[in-house]
């Protein structure tokens, strides 16, 4: 079955710029995960799905980030504008969640963020 | 809240040598824990899991224990290969659909 995909896979913008990114999860899969890793460190979370709700976004800077997953399946992110602090990997997870389970996550291969 | 700490890197072995990656966690209850390994240029992949105390998870070779009273949960191998560098985290769920807590990520590069 096909992994779960990103694009772009690299981006380079100056700041004060928009910059989006696309995720396509994992066919079935009920639960999102948006994650930024910083150079260096390990993935945190920004923002989770459960269908097209988002349940967990109180780590996600809402006065310049964004997200929206319409129809409950693909999920896009959206800074606007991007500061220098924001060059990082932006990683798309997604799990298929049943009451009771310990679902495991399945990561995309993340969007590298360079800003300038 | 919740934390991870792992062992900083890198962490630079020869061929065949034995392999650990200290992992240790703050958290309330009773967390399941994992390991996930990124190998260069792709994405994170789930290495093993463990979901209560003294579970064993395994998988190509490596191991780790959920220990609850050391709150840790090592990373071993007994034998690595070149093919085994990598970058591997170590995380922690409170919940089923909840978010993973990581490790800051511990290198490890496997010289023949």
């Known amino acids: 079955e096909a992994g779960v995909v990103q694009s772009p896979r690299y981006k380079i913008i100056e700041k004060k710029q928009p910059v989006a990114f696309w995720c396509n999860p994992i066919s079935g899969h009920n639960t999102l995960y948006w994650y930024r890793q910083n150079l260096g460190q390990g993935p945190e979370l920004l923002i989770r799905?459960?269908?097209?709700?988002?349940?967990?976004d109180s780590q996600l800077p809402k006065d310049r980030f964004s997200a929206e997953r319409l129809k409950g399946v693909d999920s896009t992110l959206k800074i606007q504008p991007a500061e220098l602090g924001d060059s990082a990997v932006y990683l798309c997870?997604?799990?298929?969640?049943?009451?009771?389970?310990?679902?495991?996550?399945?990561f995309g291969p993340g969007t590298r963020l360079l800003v300038l | 809240g919740n934390s991870v700490t792992q062992m900083e890197g890198p962490v630079t072995l020869s061929e065949e040598a034995f392999l650990t990656i200290n992992c240790t966690y703050t958290?309330?209850?009773?967390?399941?824990l994992f390991w996930y390994v990124q190998y260069p240029g792709e994405g994170l992949q789930l290495l093993l899991k463990a979901t209560k105390a003294d579970d064993k998870g395994s998988n190509k070779g490596f191991e780790a224990t959920y220990r609850k009273e050391t709150t840790s949960f090592h990373l071993e191998k007994g034998s690595v290969q070149v093919s085994d560098s990598a970058v591997y985290f170590c995380?922690?769920?409170?919940?089923?659909?909840?978010?993973?807590?990581f490790g800051g990520g511990t290198r490890v590069l496997v010289k023949p």
């Open positions: 997870a997604s799990s298929f969640r049943t009451s009771g389970s310990i679902e495991t996550q399945y």
């Open positions: 958290a309330t209850g009773y967390p399941s």
């Open positions: 995380a922690l769920r409170k919940a089923a659909g909840n978010k993973l807590t």
């Open positions: 799905y459960e269908n097209e709700e988002a349940v967990d």
